[in-house]
T-cell receptor, first 113, second 113 residues
Framework: KQEVTQIPAALSVPEGENLVLNCSFT??????LQWFRQDPGKGLTSLLL?????REQTSGRLNASLDKSSGRSTLYIAASQPGDSATYLC????????????FGQGTELSVKP | GAGVSQTPSNKVTEKGKYVELRCDPI?????LYWYRQSLGQGPEFLIY????????DSGLPNDRFFAVRPEGSVSTLKIQRTERGDSAVYLC???????????FGPGTRLTVL
């Protein structure tokens, strides 16, 4: 059974810092991994999708990497801004679990001005 | 184009009542998913439709929960004899096909008194 863990559960940084959020998963037979952002009381916004054949994806100040063999992904945020404050969720699609995504519990990020 | 929409945005009901939650996916998306999110947790899978059929309903917690997608577009999640433990945010997502990027709606916050 796939399990997804995100560390840390919460993170507070001053504006301008570069930061890394971590995601680990137990079953490496994944077909993709998605990073999402969730603002309080809102739905999920897709940030990056990495297919299992890819090693990384970039969008603006965000870079996500994937190491399937070790069961890890990282989300790197460059030059953090107060507007980046939100909960970041990692989710994996696994071959033997149909089309569903299995989510981690999220990392709550606070960027202080 | 329009994203995933969900109605109502909030639903308050009394224990024992019946509720229906609606999801309107992105036009042309054949895959539709329902998830449930409790406070401080990542979303948990409920059911996945490919077209009109439920391809995976393994996440439905019990037989009080049922979902339909009769024409392969709009889906309705139905909960009978609601219990206080059903209180959560119910999220809907759609994708072009299984294993593609999932796009989420804003969710329906269900409160059972």
């Amino acid at each position: 059974k796939q399990e997804v863990t995100q560390i840390p559960a919460a993170l507070s940084v001053p504006e301008g810092e570069n930061l890394v959020l971590n995601c680990s998963f137990t079953d490496s037979a994944i077909y993709n991994l998605q990073w999402f952002r969730q603002d309080p009381g809102k739905g999920l916004t897709s940030l990056l999708l990495i297919q299992s054949s890819q090693r990384e994806q970039t969008s603006g100040r965000l870079n996500a990497s994937l190491d399937k063999s070790s069961g890890r992904s990282t989300l790197y945020i460059a030059a953090s801004q107060p507007g980046d404050s939100a909960t970041y969720l990692c989710a994996v699609g696994t071959y033997n679990q149909g089309g569903k995504l299995i989510f981690g519990q999220g990392t709550e990020l606070s960027v202080k001005p | 184009g329009a994203g995933v929409s969900q109605t109502p945005s909030n639903k308050v009901t009394e224990k024992g009542k019946y509720v229906e939650l609606r999801c309107d996916p992105i036009s042309g998306h054949t895959a539709l998913y329902w998830y449930r999110q409790s406070l401080g947790q990542g979303p948990e899978f409920l059911i996945y439709f490919q077209g009109t059929g439920a391809a995976d309903d393994s996440g439905l917690p019990n037989d009080r929960f049922f979902a339909v997608r009769p024409e392969g577009s709009v889906s309705t999640l139905k909960i009978q004899r609601t219990e206080r433990g059903d209180s959560a945010v119910y999220l809907c997502a759609s994708s072009a096909d299984r294993a593609n990027e999932q796009f989420f709606g804003p969710g329906t916050r269900l409160t059972v008194l």
